[in-house]
């Protein structure tokens, strides 16, 4: 008899939720349920009826466990659940997943696009790994659906946790379901699994303890009986000793059974002398006296794997113990009779205690002296094992040492543990095992051994976010430099808080260590650490406010780069030669791009794929900066996906959204641009996010749509825009074009001149915010521009960019044309119409405006160009423009296209109302609140006329008076049209 309950007791509530959600995610309707409570309470059980249910439902079950054999593993519970696709061999073709794919290698190398972990893999962020997990259940459920099991999570590491807490929230449209399992005492995985069902990602149950009748039932099914035929001192003795723990039950009952004081008779189930349980002394006897059962051999045994913990290989305990195969395989399937241990499911050659109370049992069993020995022996014999530790066997050495009392061998192995971490992209559990070893090593003689340690610790919690802690280290340095580590080691580590700085964007503090650094270094300086402290000085001089940063940084990074070379140092010379790049773009566009190539260069002599894909990128983002070319970046693409490189990827997706709004091509960066603005904020990639945004407020302006613009620009300034990059382009590239379009060239300048102020404040490297093309044409026409201020701002290479080229050189033909130099203003709007010739908006905007300045001036072909331009915004809808374009050819007498019939371009409220196209116009340019004469001024017609037209469109639309039919027609949007 086993004594234990073959059915789940009093949890139907639970069963009934876990039924449902399998149903749902056979569907596609993903969901998540969260298991929780005390040791016993019948977690496992539950897990196992799910996993058996799913199976029935013909669902792919992947089970992992958080409980390991050493602490804090980074991904074990995911890996081991992912791992069975490996062993199902179903031939899943993961180059389906594109990018995701090399993320993937970080659970399992054979997922590797190598197929091995003999390269490098690049570092992904956590929130990568993530999607490329979700999109691998999408993968899985084209043919089945699946439930992923993660059992006992209440000590994985962070990253597991981060994984659980994206997956929960984009499981809705998943062919999969996410059980998860923990204690619930208070961590990290119950502040996860809260903070998911309050914003109902998923399920909370927190399991109760069983009552008195739920335990009676319990009982009986252990001893297949009726419930009438347990004794009722027996179930009242249990359900009080027990407080209702089903694990503890089931023991108790195994207990009284085996101890012969509950034995079955020809009336049932009777008690045979005193009824006596001590509880939880009597869980600690019963897993006594069954060890005891074994010899002791036996005992030996599962000591030793109490010691590896709730899991532990076959291979270590032979190592250990000393005995054959035979012999140890004979004492585990004893065990397992004893229903102490069961084979692991998911791991061939691996045990598992049945319940982490028994572990923890046994380890009760054993004096500490020898509880230190075996942990010691057990070190011995791993280390013996895996001499290189790879893997979770190097954080589980660590925790033995640690037991052994072998503080700093075990210190050392938890550094070591943490910086393969970091090097994994896993930055919190990095910065638990570095923490752990840096507290351990705090006694340590060995100064240089805590220096170690300290300099892996510092990037570590930069990579984690918590700059406050790492600047706190500054006090350790100073305890390091007393003890009588030297100058050039701390100067090193000195060095390390000016990269947290640049990263945390404390530029001044940053410098402050750079400059200790050199002072500690003074003529002890190596090139290695030139370069170095050059690299990140750069970084940080060109955000300090200071009038020579950029001339600075490009000195800087220049000798650092140099410096690299000699050392070498690879991957300072890729981030450096790219900095020299971006800074000399903007004066010249060949010397940015040989800056670019020497970095692709290094990164390809010296096997870096990331460095070579930001390489590449820039260098096709150049040539699409410098002539419109869009095939170089769908190139830099392609290979970004093959090295896994997302960010990569998704900058280019960026760029190419952007490209597709400045060629017209609407529809497609429609079709883009709200997948990488998703994409990227579900990622957290905020830059790019940025970036996105933008884009898509450009594409609204550029159509016209205002009030698309603004949502975009207001969903910019929440992402948190102010002060990017991108900002100066949301007023430059977007707004002031959007006011163009409403022929409002007073706003336009307003917006221009915002684009160029925060330009200033914060550097940009796009050069597209109309300082160097729009505003030059502007201001040629208004007559703010001369030929001398013109060719002083066009010697900049950004002048030169296609985008800019486009109103550089129309401003050049209105310089021209009013010198008189018409030959010269001809050729130079035949260069502005070459370069506008993937640019359909800017190229008839530009033609209406040199338009306006060759019938004041009398030169060229203005009555061609306003035709070509009428007729392209009046097919885009732009009322506003394509009028104004009528009106100044009906100004030197030019035949003048009817548009009157073109009642298409009235919304249908407004056609039923009897509005037509002229008022229309006027309609339109109400929402602005403009005076008659300003409308009267963009439409080229008289005040007087407009005032008639307002006073029919309050008597068609019924508004009581002009305030209010400006309302009505703010509200009217482009969604509003046929």
């Known amino acids: 008899m086993h004594t234990r309950a073959p059915v789940v007791v009093g949890r139907d509530e639970e069963l009934r939720v876990l039924d449902r959600v399998l149903a749902d995610a056979g569907v596609h309707r993903g969901g998540a349920v969260f298991l929780v409570g005390e040791p016993g309470i019948g977690k496992t059980r539950l897990a196992r009826f799910a996993a058996g249910a799913a199976f029935d439902r013909g669902m792919r079950v992947l089970r992992g466990r958080g409980s390991t054999i050493g602490p804090i593993v980074p991904f074990r519970p995911l890996a081991e659940a992912l791992m069975s696709l490996l062993r199902a061999g179903d031939g899943l073709d993961l180059r389906e997943l594109g990018p995701y794919q090399p993320a993937l290698g970080r659970l399992a190398p054979e997922w590797s696009p190598d197929g091995g972990p003999e390269e490098p893999r690049p570092a992904h962020s956590v929130l990568v790994l993530a999607e490329a997990v979700l999109r691998l259940l999408a993968l899985v459920g084209r043919t089945q659906p699946s439930l992923v099991v993660l059992e006992d999570l209440h000590d994985a590491d962070a990253e597991t946790l981060a994984v659980v807490d994206y997956l929960v929230d984009n499981l809705d449209q998943a062919p999969a379901a996410l059980l998860v399992t923990t204690r619930a005492d208070p961590g990290p995985a119950l502040d996860v699994i809260r903070s998911a069902a309050q914003r109902q990602a998923g399920v909370l149950m927190e399991l109760r303890r069983l009552d008195e009748r739920q335990v009676s039932r319990m009982v009986a099914l252990c001893l297949e009986a009726e419930d009438h035929e347990v004794p009722a001192e027996v179930v009242r003795r249990l359900w009080a000793d027990s407080a209702g723990n089903p694990f503890v039950v089931e023991e108790m009952v195994h207990g009284l059974v085996n101890g012969g004081l509950l034995v079955r008779g020809p009336a049932g189930w009777q008690v045979l002398g005193e009824l006596r349980i001590d509880v939880p002394s009597a869980l600690v006897r019963s897993i006594a006296h069954r060890t005891d059962r074994l010899g002791p051999q036996g005992r030996e045994v599962l000591s030793v794997a109490a010691v590896l913990g709730h899991r532990f290989p076959l291979s270590v305990l032979r190592r250990v113990t000393g005995l054959d195969d035979r012999a140890l395989l004979s004492h585990l399937h004893a065990g397992v009779a004893a229903q102490l241990v069961t084979p692991d499911e998911p791991v061939p050659d691996w045990y598992a205690f049945r319940h982490p109370l028994t572990a923890e049992a046994l380890l009760a069993q054993i ?119 030297g100058r050039v080691r701390r100067a090193e580590l000195h060095t390390k808080l000016a990269q947290v700085a640049n990263t945390a964007g404390r530029w001044t503090d940053g410098m402050a260590h750079v400059e200790t650094a050199r002072a500690l270094l003074g003529a002890d300086a190596t090139d290695e650490h030139t370069a170095r402290l050059d690299a990140v000085a750069a970084f940080l001089t060109l955000n300090l406010e200071v009038p020579d940063r950029i001339a600075s940084a490009e000195f800087l990074a220049r000798r650092a780069a140099d410096a690299a070379k000699r050392v070498p140092l690879p991957e300072v010379g890729c981030e450096t030669w790219q900095l020299l790049g971006v800074l000399a773009r903007e004066r010249d566009l060949d010397e940015a791009a040989e800056c670019f190539s020497r970095a692709r260069a290094l990164a390809d002599e010296h096997g870096l794929p990331i460095q070579r894909a930001y390489a590449v990128i820039r260098q096709a983002g150049l040539d699409w900066l410098a002539e419109g070319k869009a095939v170089e970046l769908a190139e830099a693409r392609e290979e970004a996906l093959l090295i896994g490189a997302v960010s990569v990827a998704y900058n280019v997706d960026a760029i190419l959204g952007l490209d597709a709004v400045l060629r017209g091509q609407y529809a497609a960066a429609a079709e883009r641009l709200p997948r990488v603005i998703a994409d990227t904020r579900r990622l957290q990639l905020r830059n790019l996010t940025l970036y996105g945004l933008m884009a898509r407020a450009t594409a609204a302006a550029h159509q016209g749509r205002r009030a698309e613009m603004d949502a975009a620009i207001e969903e910019f300034d929440e992402v948190g825009g102010v002060g990017s990059q991108e900002r100066p382009l949301c007023f430059g590239l977007a707004r002031a074009f959007c006011a163009l379009l409403e022929e409002d060239r007073v706003t336009a300048g307003h917006d221009l001149a915002r684009a160029i102020a925060y330009e200033a404040e914060t550097p940009t490297v796009y050069h597209l915010s109309g300082r160097h093309g729009l505003l030059l044409l502007l201001e040629a026409v208004s007559g703010a521009l001369d030929l001398d201020g013109y060719l002083a701002v066009t010697r900049s290479s950004a002048a030169r960019m296609r985008w800019n080229r486009v109103f550089a050189q129309f401003a050049l033909a209105v310089l021209l044309g009013r010198l008189g130099r018409e030959a010269e203003a001809a050729q130079a709007v035949r260069a502005a119409r070459e370069a506008a010739a993937i640019h359909p908006l800017a190229r008839h905007l530009g033609l209406r405006l040199v338009a306006e300045a060759a019938v004041a001036d009398g030169w060229g072909e203005p009555v061609a160009w306003l035709r070509g331009a009428e007729e392209y915004f009046h097919q885009a809808g732009q009322a506003a423009v394509a009028s104004a374009c009528r009106g100044l050819l009906r100004q030197v007498g030019a035949s003048v296209p009817q548009r009157r019939t073109g009642s298409d371009q009235v919304p249908r409220e407004l056609r039923a109302l009897g509005v037509t196209v002229r008022e229309f116009e006027v309609f339109r340019l109400l929402a602005g609140r403009l005076g008659n004469k300003a409308i009267a001024t963009r439409l080229h017609i008289s005040p007087r006329t407009v005032e008639k037209h307002v006073a029919s469109l309050i008597t068609k639309t019924a508004q009581p008076d002009r305030e209010s039919l400006s309302a009505f027609a703010a509200s009217l949007g482009p969604a509003d049209r046929p």
């Open 367 to 485: 004096p500490p002296p020898h509880r230190a020995e075996l942990a010691r022996r057990t070190a011995d014999a791993v280390q013996r094992l895996h001499p290189e530790l790879p893997g979770e066997w190097c954080a589980l050495v660590a925790s033995l040492r640690l037991d052994a009392g072998q503080t700093a061998e075990a210190g050392a192995l938890l550094a070591e543990a943490g910086r393969r971490a970091l090097a994994d992209g896993a930055a919190g559990s990095a910065v638990r095992l570095l923490d752990h070893a840096h507290r351990l090593l705090a006694s340590e003689v060995d100064v240089a051994v805590r220096a170690d340690v300290l300099d892996s610790l510092l990037p570590a919690l930069a990579e984690a976010g918590q700059f406050e802690r790492a600047f706190a280290l500054v006090d350790a340095v100073t305890e390091l430099a007393a003890a009588g580590l």
